[in-house]
């Protein structure tokens, strides 16, 4: 007869989740747990990533889904598909679905995502007014009529902003990317690196309205129009919000948990209560939350091996290299774009070809590579490693590995 395992609840069913079942599986865990997955979203484990690719039709549902029904069976892990999880009792160690059914738990993992942050203007809520999220949000995004000549303005130019934008004109919608700094993907890049960036999607078709915000959304039913603060009217099919991120951390407030902006972790992603852990975008570690995988990959390994009793190191900030293809152009990027320093700069401005490595006293401290990313990981090593730059191969730096180690020679 089969012991009794305990049982290992996870909610939420995105990149989190799927990094720590598969870290897990790694780890034989099915011998140690019962464990059993709850996603509010009906769609099996996608790769959110590439929505705007599931847009432009490059990519299909299936190409980008690794986490299928099968793949659970296989595992012997238990699906519970378009199953929103709505209450938790910590007390009573159970969580209640949308359904009214009620499961119990050994542990459980809270890897439910963040949601869009909404606009605070009147007309937000109007018909045409979308995020851009989930596949719900590309299902509607879809719908819109492509014969219908007036633009779809997407507002934000952060990589989610960027990635609708990229998605719609792929489409072949007219799209106005409107935001209110003065360059594109600002936490990213330089001044130069943004404006060669929004060269390239001009030539793409995308069009940039910089330093505007948006005043106004008008329409009865359905958004008809938007004024940004200067003034300037656009007459609009769609309006795309793409202005930040909100943990989700609903759930985890109403239960009593320790929630800032969003569930409060420690260094082993244990939340305030026994037996709750927290991981991803819905969760907050020293006041800070997370908004690309790099890092949340990370604290899948380690709460991987912590609830297998394994030894592994606590979970800590790390400066994370961003890297991204947006509108199909290679981005890499680490520390501060905009950090002081000695400049290492190599640029085709025709080519958007963009090189930047700043160092301080002889280490590097950031990096923005723009078009060709491929020498991206070993500089980020250099930087980690904080191996001192000797003067010799400092410009040889821009020209890839192979280049500095001849400098060396
Ligand atoms: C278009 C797009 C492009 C991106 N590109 C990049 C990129 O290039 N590089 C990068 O590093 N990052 C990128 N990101 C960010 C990255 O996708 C997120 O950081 C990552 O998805 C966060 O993982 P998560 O599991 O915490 O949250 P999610 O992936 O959002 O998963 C959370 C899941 O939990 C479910 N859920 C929520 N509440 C409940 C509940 N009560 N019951 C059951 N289920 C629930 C949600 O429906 C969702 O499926 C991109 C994001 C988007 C939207």
Redesign the pocket.
Known sequence: MNAIKPKLCI???????MRLLDELVKHRATEQYDIAV????APAGYN??M??YLLTGEQTLASVTSHTPEWFAQQGVVLHLG????AMDPIQQSFTTETGEVFGYDRLVL????NASRIALPGADLAGVHC???LQDVAQLNDLDLTDARPVMVLGAG??GL??AYGLAGKGHRVIVVHRSDRILSQQLDAMAGRLLQKSMEQQGIEFVLQRQLAEIQGSHQIEAVRLNQGEVFEVKALITAVGIQP?SE?AKQAGLLVNRGIVVNNALETSQPAIYA????CEFEQQT?????P?YRQATILAASLMQLPTRPFEHQLSA????VSGIEVFSFGDPNQLGDQLVLQDPSLGLYRKVVLVDGVIQSAILLGNTQDANWLFELHQQQIKIDNSQRSALLFGEAYYERAAA
């Open positions: 909610i939420g069913l995105g990149m989190a989740s709850f996603s509010a979203e959110r990533i929505l705007s199953t929103k999880v709505t890897a439910t995502g963040s851009f999220r989930d990589l989610l990635e609708a989700n759930l991981l991803g975008e819905c997370f908004g690309l995988v790099a949340i961003t890297r991204l293809k």
